[in-house]
C-alpha cells in the first residue's frame, strides 16, 4: 500500500519565480492538505483540498495557490517566489468523513530553496 | 493563544519509560487530542489521538485527565531511535467534517545510550 508520495525531493528557485510541487495521497484517501515547515518550527497550515476544491485555508497569500485532480493527487503552486519561502512543503492527506480523518499520513516533503 | 504547551526539550536513556506532558487549558468540548512524531527532514507521524481518560497502541499510550486540561504521552522503554520531536494538537473537526492539525514547536526527545 503505497503511502503518500512528493516530487521533487529537492528544488532550487531564484527570487521571482514560479514553482509547482505535486503530491499523491495514500491509497484511499480523498482529502489533501500542504503545510510549509520553516527549519525549527512546526508544520503550518497552507490549505486543504477536498472533491477538488479548496475547503480551508490558513494565513497565507495568495501567491500560494493549489490544485486538486479528479484522481485526489494535488499540486501546491507558488509564485512571485521570496527568499522567506525557502522550507519544507508537506503533503498530507486523509479521510475527509471518516472518525479517523484526525490520523493525517504525512509524505516526505519537498525542500525549496530560493536563492 | 497558544492552543498548547509542551516542554521544548527532554532527555532519556535507552530503555526508560518516558512522559511527555502537553496542557491545553482551553480545550474545547468537542476538541481530540493527537499528538505526532517528526524525524528530520521527514514529515510527521501520527501516533496516538483520544478524547478522555487511557488509549493504548502498539506504540504509545495517552493518558487524559477527567477536565482534560493536559494530556501525557507515554513511550515505553525507548530506543535511540525514539529521538525526534513530538507533537502535542488539540482540535475538532470544522463544519464541513475536515480536521485542520495545528503544530506548536513540539518537544525534541534526545534518547542517550
Known amino acids: 500500500d503505497a503511502g503518500v508520495t512528493q516530487s521533487p525531493t529537492h528544488l532550487i528557485k531564484t527570487r521571482g519565480q514560479q514553482v509547482t510541487l505535486r503530491c499523491s495521497p495514500k491509497?484511499?484517501?480523498?482529502?489533501v492538505s500542504w503545510y510549509q515547515q520553516a527549519l525549527g518550527q512546526g508544520p503550518q497550515f497552507i490549505f486543504q483540498?477536498?472533491?477538488?476544491?479548496?475547503?480551508q485555508r490558513g494565513n497565507f497569500p495568495d501567491r500560494f495557490s493549489g490544485h486538486q485532480f479528479p484522481n485526489y493527487s494535488s499540486e501546491l503552486n507558488v509564485n512571485a517566489l521570496l527568499l522567506g519561502d525557502s522550507a519544507l512543503y508537506l503533503c498530507?492527506?486523509?479521510?475527509?468523513?471518516?472518525?479517523?480523518?484526525?490520523?493525517?499520513?504525512f509524505g516526505p516533503g519537498t525542500r525549496l530553496t530560493v536563492t | 493563544l497558544a492552543k498548547t504547551t509542551q516542554p521544548i526539550s527532554m532527555d532519556s536513556y535507552e530503555g526508560q519509560e518516558v512522559n511527555i506532558t502537553c496542557s491545553h487549558n482551553?480545550?474545547?468540548?468537542?476538541?481530540?487530542i493527537t499528538w505526532y512524531q517528526q524525524f528530520p527532514s521527514q514529515g510527521p507521524r501520527f501516533i496516538i489521538q483520544?478524547?478522555?481518560t487511557k488509549v493504548t497502541n502498539e506504540v504509545a499510550s495517552l493518558f487524559i485527565p477527567a477536565d482534560r486540561k493536559s494530556s501525557t504521552l507515554s513511550l515505553p522503554r525507548v530506543s535511540l531511535s525514539d529521538t525526534a520531536v513530538y507533537y502535542c494538537?488539540?482540535?475538532?473537526?470544522?463544519?464541513?467534517?475536515?480536521?485542520?492539525?495545528?503544530f506548536g514547536r513540539g518537544t525534541s526527545l534526545i534518547v542517550h545510550p
Open positions: 498530507a492527506s486523509s479521510l475527509q468523513f471518516a472518525y479517523t480523518s484526525y490520523e493525517q499520513y
Open positions: 491509497s484511499g484517501h480523498d482529502t
Open positions: 483540498y477536498y472533491e477538488e476544491e479548496e475547503r
Open positions: 482551553n480545550i474545547a468540548t468537542n476538541d481530540y
Open positions: 483520544g478524547y478522555k
Open positions: 494538537l488539540v482540535g475538532d473537526r470544522e463544519a464541513g467534517g475536515s480536521y485542520i492539525p495545528t
